[in-house]
């Protein structure tokens, strides 16, 4: 079996790891922020596919079974909340959400204001298909 | 197994108003007649249980205790066999949680559920059942919100205080010493005054802080304990003894580490005990507490816990750092309680508010208690007990009267009262019985102890305080508690007839059925201690004995030249019968 | 009647048997019968204590002078307190000093019981007075049959309280209110005093409380290193309760209470427990002689303070009042002058002497003066009423009897018990032993001003209120006739006894002396030689007093208040008690009220807010960490790599690569 050294995927998750740490620190938008700490938990994986390959051992192949599934809820339920997050402020900017700071501190405000997004055009919209029915003024059951 | 009927009194002693509290809360604040009843007839048990087992006590109580402490009753005793004949082993198998292994022939170390009677807390329990029935009777009709509750953590008090008393495992006392704040502070949190929620935090944080360091007291003498002799152990009377044992077998090496252990033991010990009790500069919470907490808590309150502190003084500082009682206790606390004694006393002067005036006057008069107790003699330290039954007595009648009157009056302002005496005929009586007992007046219960605390502390003698001098200074208690009682009476009760404004509805009656079964046993044992002090003198005297003798011990330890034993001179002991 | 222990303690107990039933029953049940209970109990502890006089008359003198125990009954009941060395007993004996003071305090106690059912009647409180004067004679016959001081501090103090209360009879009277509040405070500043000094004794004499113990040892081992300190202290308690100066203050504001009070406790019986007191340590004092100084020049000085406020007082029963300070000084004097244990008992019989006789003139005198309150509604400044000797006829003559005898007119009560303390302090005066002999030189000369100030002061007030224009204040109504018989009866008894009694008892019989010096560890009292001089030169003194009294008040009416024009100054220090009261208010009690201020603020603020300021240290801290809880969760995360980063560096350091 060709060798490739156990330090050769530890570097790996190491990258993986810190990219997703800087993905996390640095940037604000909800879901990329999601995504960098799944990039983190993928790098962790790594070393455990990576360590139990070298042990000759499962456990690590078991572990990284469990991180996956609890990844995909974890997906499911964030990307939820984010929905939730995103329609009551109508931004995913996670700075927004600071109102578990401590009773009576100032909320921190970005020192220069982001260049607004641009507006979008709005998308090209088909007629509808078929006919409305004719409405009769009476009483239906909704 | 040695049980005996009376262990098994004791357990349902302390468990019935827990019983009781738990019922009256389930059954919902609704059926707050029910819950009145229920909670009188489950403190009357108790009271009756704590008779019973007074009355046998002093009557059959043969042994001395040798040594340590060695409490009666215990549940869960296993007994000894001595000459063939089944004897009680003070001791208790009833263990609430295992440390460590057995080794040995030594049982496994264990927190245990070790309670007892001996003659330090005989009284204090009775005083607590009689206190308790006294404060569910005044309650009856001031309480009518969340009644349920209200008679659920009185009751629950209740068994904490008697807990206390009753512990002879420093984990359980300990364990009982807390859970005394939680039903007090929801008491005063809740069915307090207008600032309570306020009174009810600085109570709790203040005592708590307090007892935390005692906390750290208890388990450094536990693992020094284990540390210099191996044994693991938690029962109050095995550390006692082996304290003891140490300290008096110690080589001249090992004097220096326990001088300094215990120094460092006493003082946190004395920590919570003395914010508990409270001594003077640690005394702050109590006037809010007071004045902020309902009637029945006021009657607890002054009543019982501030007792906890000075018992907690009496089982556990005195017998577990004997030197350091005597070095640093006798300046420090007796000091300490001078002060108190004469400060407490013109801070109670210059009060408008009944409820304040009483509560300075708790800080002098254990004050008197604490200088009693660090006599460090026999009359003092009976003294010292006397007074914390008396203090009992006296100040939760006190509290109890004025509570009568607030309930009529809805004020404690004493420049809106005036002739109270012509009006509420009875209640006057009663004030003034009450007053007289609180300031000593001979014939009534406050005397005796005083005497006693005055006799030990004039008899006082160490190398670094003067025990006549100290008397001369608390001395001056009698004449200033004197002075504000009477300028209470004076103020309040005396004088040209001025009526607070009332609802109106129709006369403010006198004293009923009720407020006077709440008042008559009080004012009777008053008379009934001041009289005839005896039998509770005669109960106690072989426990003071054993402590006053662990004194007397540490004293030749710290004066082994002038070992000058003061003896009474032949001419008393020739006396005429 | 020769088992004297057996019915012993029924002297104290049949009053508070008494007092318990009339306390209980009174306000439902016997109501205006009320008087029954005490009066019938006073009357049997006044037989029971002749049979105690009696039965301690004929125990036979043996064994040597000095210590002669078993001339006394000592009844031990039980014991009282017990614990480590204090044991106290409730002990009961009775010896002849204590045989007399029982006589006296049972026998006028009943006379005035009776009395007070007259002067009382529809009171509203006519049940609870008569409870609290059974209690008053339940502590005060404890008091002197008490055999140990711890037991004699406990009945003290028991005075003390029905003092306290029956001063305070009255109560919704600021004043009556005030003054009971005052003299319970006042007395007890005094018995802090003696209660140290029991404290003291307790501890110098090996644990023990007793009178024989004490005395004996003492006589044994001589007097210890603090017997003059102990003995001032006890001292303390006596000038307290005897309202001697500088605590006589109470006094005068005490006459707020029912006359009888006045005449039972704030005359004849508690206001004497002071001299008894001091009499009872005798064995003591004479080994002290530095404190026996300080009683004499006390008593005497306050003896003259008092006359000489006396002597301007407009209140009839203040006049009284400060008459009865004046008396009581004279005893302290004779006491004080008992130099030497021969001449200490005969001190001891003076004061005893002079104490029992001043009972029943001074206790006649509040009564009459009782009696006139009463027939002028409860006015009693004599500028208001006059010339009531025709209106008030039985009270006019006993009145006079008990002011002639207070006065010490020749051959009446006071003019030989006054006489024989004059002559005391004259024999103090040539001990030439003593370093002190001019002090009671002096002390001896103000003596004899006192009397004569005394017989003035008396007559002063005899003329104003019973001679002159008759005037009658309005209050009076239809009361201004004579008492009923229940009142008059009993001031009969006593003007007959104020007249006679001292004259039967001592001067030629010499029975009180020869009495009372069998009392224990009392030196036997040598035959007693009257000085015939000094006697003379004291009642022709006292006749000038009332002369000067007579022309002033009868003969020339202006003459005082010309006299007083002229002295304007030393008029109004009389008149105004010496300012004492005021004085006492400016360096006593306000300087306490602004300690009491003090501490208040300093409770409030100091203490309390050092509490608060330790409460405020993690509140403090919390500022210092608040910021970092900013609600931004990039922040928190930064933190935590941070923290783990750090962590990790650590391990890395401490553990290698």
């Avoid at chain 1, 700071?101 to 641009?118: K, S």
């Avoid at chain 2, 927190?111 to 807390?121: A, E, K, P, T």
């Avoid at chain 3, 140290?196 to 110098?204: F, H």
């Amino acid at each position: 079996m060709s060798a490739v050294p156990l330090h050769n995927y530890l570097v790996v998750g190491a990258i993986l790891f810190v990219l997703g740490v800087i993905g996390f620190l640095a940037r604000r938008n909800m879901i990329v922020m999601f995504l960098s700490a799944e990039m983190m938990l993928q790098g962790v994986t790594i070393n455990l596919v990576a360590f139990a390959r070298y042990r000759g051992n499962l456990q690590g192949q078991s572990f990284t079974l469990f991180i996956l599934t609890v990844a995909a809820c974890e997906a499911a339920v964030a990307l939820a909340l984010f929905l939730m997050l995103y329609r009551s402020r109508k931004s995913l900017d996670v700075s927004v959400w600071q109102d578990l700071r401590e009773a009576g501190q100032p909320a921190t405000v970005d020192e220069e204001t982001l260049p607004l997004p641009p507006v979008e055009e709005p998308l090209p919209t088909l007629t509808p298909a078929g006919l409305e029915p004719e409405h009769r003024g009476e009483r239906t059951h909704v | 197994m040695h049980t005996d009927v009376m262990s098994i009194l004791l357990l349902v002693m302390l468990g019935l108003p827990l019983a009781g509290g738990v019922v009256a809360a389930a059954l919902g604040a609704a059926r707050l007649p029910a819950i009145r009843w229920l909670s009188l007839a489950a403190t009357l048990v108790s009271l009756a249980l704590a008779a019973i087992v007074a009355v046998d006590f002093g009557a059959h109580r043969t042994r001395v205790p040798q040594g340590t402490f060695q409490p009666e009753h215990v549940p869960g005793d296993p007994g000894v066999m001595v000459e063939g004949v089944r004897q009680p082993a003070h001791t208790t198998t009833w263990d609430l949680l295992h440390l460590g292994s057995a080794s040995g022939n030594q049982r496994q170390p264990a927190i245990q559920f070790f309670i007892g009677i001996d003659g330090l807390n005989l009284w204090l329990i009775v005083l607590t059942a009689l206190l308790l029935v006294s404060a569910v009777l005044v309650s009856w009709t001031s309480i009518r919100e969340r009644g349920n509750e209200y008679y659920a953590w009185l009751l629950t008090l209740g068994t904490g205080m008697f807990g206390v008393f009753l512990s002879f495992d420093i984990i359980l006392f300990y364990v009982f010493f807390e859970l005394t704040l939680v039903p007090l502070f929801f008491l005063i949190g809740i069915w307090g005054g207008s600032q309570r929620q306020h009174a009810a935090r600085k109570f709790f944080i203040y005592t708590l802080t307090g007892s935390l360091i005692t906390l750290l007291g208890v388990l450094a003498v536990v693992l020094t304990c284990q540390n210099r002799t191996g044994e693991l152990t938690f029962s109050i009377p095995r550390l006692v003894a082996l304290v003891q044992d140490q300290v008096a077998n110690a080589t001249p090496e090992e004097r220096g580490f326990w001088m300094t252990f215990q120094v460092w033991v006493f003082l946190a010990l004395m920590a919570g005990f003395a914010v508990k009790v409270p001594l003077f500069p640690l005394h702050t919470w109590l006037p809010l507490a007071h004045v902020e907490a309902p009637t029945a808590g006021s009657v607890l309150l002054a009543g019982v816990l501030l007792k906890i502190g000075t018992y907690g003084f009496l089982r556990l500082c005195l017998p577990l750092a004997p030197d350091a009682s005597l070095a640093v206790g006798a300046p420090l606390v007796g000091t300490l309680a001078v002060i108190g004694i004469i400060y407490g006393a013109f801070c109670s002067l210059a009060q408008d508010d009944i409820k304040k005036l009483i509560a300075y006057s708790s800080v002098s008069h254990l004050g008197f208690c604490m200088l009693g107790m660090f006599a460090l003699n026999e009359a003092g330290l009976a003294g010292s007990l006397l007074q914390m039954i008396n203090h009992g007595l006296s100040t939760g009648a006190l509290f109890l009267l004025v509570g009568m009157l607030y309930e009529r009056y809805h004020t404690r302002r004493m420049a809106d009262y005036g002739g109270m005496a012509a009006r509420l005929k009875l209640l006057g009586c009663f004030m003034v019985f009450i007053a007289l007992s609180s300031i000593g007046l001979p014939g009534l219960n406050g005397f005796v102890g005083e005497a006693l605390i005055f006799f030990g502390a004039y008899d006082f003698h160490s190398a670094n305080v003067s025990g006549p001098a100290l008397a001369a200074l608390g001395s001056a208690g009698i004449v200033l508690g004197a002075w504000y009682m009477m300028t209470m009476l004076r103020r309040v009760f005396f004088g040209p007839v001025k009526e607070p404004e009332h609802d109106g509805h129709g006369l403010i009656a006198d004293l009923n059925f009720r407020e006077l079964a709440a008042l008559v046993p009080i004012a009777v044992l008053c008379l009934a201690i001041g009289l005839y002090p005896k039998p509770l003198l005669d109960t106690a005297r072989p426990d003071l004995k054993l402590v006053a003798d662990m004194m007397s011990e540490a004293q030749k330890r710290a004066q082994p030249d002038a070992l000058v034993r003061r003896v009474p001179s032949p001419v008393a002991e020739e006396r005429p019968q | 009647m020769s088992n004297v222990p057996a019915y012993l303690w029924l002297i104290p107990f049949l009053p508070l048997a008494a007092a318990a039933l009339t306390a209980l029953f009174g306000p439902r049940v016997l109501r205006q019968q009320s008087h029954w209970p005490c009066i019938l109990a006073a009357a049997g502890s006044c037989v029971l204590s002749v049979f105690v006089l009696l039965a301690v008359r004929d125990l036979a003198p043996t064994g040597p002078a000095d210590h002669r125990a078993e001339e006394q009954y000592v009844a031990a009941y039980y014991t009282w307190i017990h614990a480590g060395f204090v044991d106290i007993g409730f002990t009961l004996r009775a010896d002849s000093l204590t045989a007399i003071m029982l006589v006296m305090v049972t026998f006028i106690g009943t006379l005035i019981a009776i009395y007070s059912a007259g002067y009382m009647h529809g009171e509203e409180g006519y049940p609870r007075y008569f409870a609290e004067v059974a209690l008053f004679l339940f502590s005060m016959t404890g008091l002197v049959l008490a055999d140990n001081y711890l037991l004699l501090y406990a009945f003290w103090e028991g005075v003390g309280l029905c003092s306290y209360l029956l001063i305070g009879f009255w109560f919704t009277k600021p004043s009556a209110a005030d003054a009971a509040r005052k003299a319970f405070l006042v007395t007890r500043l005094g018995d802090v005093g003696l209660f140290l000094g029991i404290l003291a004794l307790w501890v110098t004499f090996g644990h023990t409380l007793n009178y024989d113990d004490i005395f004996g040892q003492l006589q044994r081992s001589g007097p210890p290193a603090w017997l003059n300190g102990i003995c001032l202290l006890l001292f303390c308690g006596a000038v307290g309760k005897s309202a001697q100066f500088p605590l006589h203050v109470w006094l005068p504001d005490a006459m707020e209470g029912p006359s009888p009070v006045s005449a039972l406790i704030h005359a004849a019986t508690m206001v004497t427990a002071g001299v008894y007191l001091v009499a009872r340590s005798t064995p003591l004092f004479v080994q002290a002689p530095e404190a026996q100084l300080v009683v004499a020049v006390i008593g005497g000085f306050t003896a003259l303070l008092a006359a000489l406020i006396a002597l301007t007082q407009n209140d009839l029963k203040r006049v009284l009042a400060y008459s009865t300070i004046s008396q009581l000084g004279y005893m302290f004097l004779a006491l004080g002058s008992g130099l030497g244990s021969t001449l200490a008992s005969v001190a001891v019989v003076a004061a005893i002497f002079h104490l029992f006789t001043h009972a029943f003139f001074k206790a006649l005198l509040f009564l009459a003066a009782g009696s006139v309150m009463h027939a002028m509604g409860n006015v009693i400044d004599m500028r208001r009423f006059g010339g009531l000797r025709h209106v008030l006829r039985t009270t006019h003559w006993t009145f006079l009897c008990g002011a002639l005898a207070l006065a010490g007119v020749p051959f009446l009560s006071g003019f030989w018990s006054k006489d024989e303390i004059l002559a005391t302090t004259l024999e103090a005066s040539r001990q030439a032993w003593s370093p002190y002999q001019a002090i009671y030189l002096l002390l001896l000369l103000s003596g004899l001003l006192t009397a004569g100030l005394t017989a003035f002061y008396t007559f002063r007030a005899y003329f104003l209120t019973f001679w002159g224009e008759p005037r009658i204040p309005e209050e009076a109504g239809h009361h201004a006739h004579e008492a009923p018989p229940v009142m008059t009866v009993p001031l009969m008894i006593l003007a007959v006894a104020a007249l006679a009694i001292g004259a039967v008892v001592e001067p030629f019989t010499h029975w009180f002396s020869g009495f009372l010096g069998r009392t224990p560890f009392l030196g036997e009292v040598e035959e007693h030689r009257p000085v015939v001089l000094l006697a003379m030169v004291s009642g022709v003194i006292a006749l000038a007093g009332i002369a000067v009294a007579w022309w002033m008040y009868v003969r020339q009416p202006g003459t005082a208040a010309a006299l007083a024009q002229r002295f304007q100054g030393l008029y109004q220090l009389s008149l105004n008690r010496c300012y004492l009261d005021e004085l006492y208010d400016v360096f006593f009690l306000r300087p306490l009220a602004g300690l009491r201020e003090f501490c208040r603020i300093l409770d409030a603020y100091v203490v309390d807010g050092l509490v608060d300021l330790v409460g405020q240290i993690p509140r403090l801290f919390g500022a210092f960490f608040r910021p970092m809880q900013n609600g931004l969760v990039q922040f928190y995360a930064v933190a935590m790599m941070l923290g783990v980063t750090v962590f990790l560096v650590v391990i890395l350091f401490k553990y290698g690569w």
